[in-house]
């Protein structure tokens, strides 16, 4: 089992940037493929960005491709989601998921496919 925190999230401009981080502990963390997801009142779950167990795969909603970058440090055990370019529309809370998973190359970008989750952290931007 692996605990997630995130941190990283607050109040910012149109425009601006965050980055939000995911600290993971318990056993074997780094057999756990990560995304980040975000839902807005009314809306499903949506994977913004995943990461492989190994960081050699990424994979992004399309609203994202472009403006945030996910990434990893397996030896800090923990993930990262740097957002540039944010728009009122990024407001939401922000979760870290994690997928215990053999498949080193994975991503995976369906919210109901993850095993663990954070309390999240509430990301705002302002206009």
């Known amino acids: 089992q692996v605990q997630l925190v995130e941190s990283g999230g607050g109040l910012v401009q149109a425009g601006g940037s965050l980055r939000l981080s995911c600290a993971a502990s318990?056993?074997?963390?780094?057999?756990?493929?990560v995304g980040w997801v975000r839902q807005a009142a009314g809306n499903e779950r949506e994977v913004v960005a995943a990461i492989s167990r190994r960081c050699a795969n990424t994979n992004y909603a399309d609203a994202m491709k472009g403006r945030f970058t996910i990434s990893r440090d397996n030896a800090k055990n923990t993930v990262y989601l740097q957002m540039n370019s944010l728009k009122p529309e990024d407001t939401v809370v922000y979760y870290c998921?994690?997928?215990?998973?053999?498949?080193?190359?994975?991503?995976?970008?369906?919210?109901?496919?993850?095993?663990?989750w954070g309390q999240g952290t509430q990301v705002t931007v302002s206009s």
């Open positions: 318990g056993r074997a963390t780094g057999n756990y493929a």
């Open positions: 998921a994690a997928k215990s998973t053999i498949y080193s190359l994975n991503t995976y970008i369906t919210a109901a496919q993850y095993d663990y």
